[in-house]
């Protein structure tokens, strides 16, 4: 008999260790002073710290400045595409790990973490789904770079460029194994786990778990600041609705997936600039 709210106790304890650690993490960053900056035009601050490659920092020139220097004081030699990719693959490996562990352990069925036969659900319609959703998330993104372009906010890709491979090999890896280890992990844990287990087993409102979900999704991305929380919330909210709508695990994978693939390797695999308003 499914232990349904013994899991659900599960995941909110890895939920709040997740986000513990990505504050953790976002402390030990280089660059990560605590320095803050106004933004040009709204009247906020933002932590000058390092940002995910697909969100947006807004910074002044001062602070732009700042981190600049900060920049070339750290050598590849200190921080490797390797390492980073190393880590975030072992910490996302043990937590998926855990969070399967638990669901056989208190027997919580397929069906509640949107898997079940339904073509919607695992067949091509999902993937087909899953792709265009992913597709349209990334449009999504590169819009908004257009417009924060225009507002002269600028756009940190140092962290963008430290985790793009330099040869065909370390490109399989990313693109073969990373990549797709953070969206299943994190699809599982934010959609699945938080959102579909508590809606089928306890019959908790599915907008509510939305909610929670996203914004806790959206903290755990605390690196970017105030507006990449919000960035991150507004992804993380699209992508949950899409599992409710569908009730598909692997369309939700798809789509994270291709958002932070196409980044990548448009960005840094072909070359392509973002663009720009001039």
């Known amino acids: 008999m499914p232990q349904w709210a013994a899991f659900v106790g599960l995941t909110g304890l890895l939920l ?9 993490s976002q402390r030990a960053l280089p660059g990560n002073d605590g320095a803050t900056a106004r933004i040009d035009g709204f009247g906020g601050t933002e932590s000058d710290g390092p940002r995910d490659p697909t969100i947006p920092r807004f ?34 490996g043990l937590f998926g790990a855990l969070l399967v562990g638990g669901a056989f352990y208190f027997q919580i069925p397929l069906s509640a973490f949107g898997v079940t036969d339904a073509a919607l659900s695992t067949g091509l319609p999902a993937l087909g789904l899953g792709v265009a959703a992913g597709v349209g ?30 040869s065909l090999g370390g490109w399989v890896v990313l693109l073969g194994l ?10 599982l844990l934010f959609r699945a786990a938080a959102i579909g287990v508590p809606v089928a087993g306890l019959g908790a409102p599915a907008w509510a778990m939305v909610l929670v979900s996203s914004v806790a999704f959206a903290l755990g991305h605390g690196a970017q600041g105030r507006a ?51």
């Not at 001062?62 to 921080?79: G, I, K, M, Y």
């Open 137 to 166: 998330f990334w449009v999504g993104n590169e819009l908004a770079a257009v417009i924060a372009d225009g507002f002269g906010i600028a756009f940190d890709e140092s962290l963008r460029e430290l985790l793009a491979p330099d």
């Open 228 to 278: 990449g929380i919000v960035v991150t919330g507004a992804l993380g909210s699209a992508l949950a609705v899409l599992f409710v709508l569908t009730d598909s695990l692997l369309a939700v994978v798809v789509a994270h997936y291709l958002v932070n693939a196409l980044e990548l390797v448009v960005h840094e695999g072909l070359g392509v600039d973002r663009l720009s308003v001039s």
């Open 178 to 187: 990373i990549l797709p280890t953070i969206a299943v992990v994190e699809e």
């Open 16 to 24: 709040t260790a997740l986000l513990a650690l990505a504050r953790l």
């Open 59 to 92: 910074e002044t020139p001062e602070v732009a400045r700042r981190r600049a220097h900060l920049e070339t004081q750290l050598s590849p030699d200190e921080v490797s595409a390797g390492a980073l990719l190393a880590n975030v693959a072992l910490t996302q």
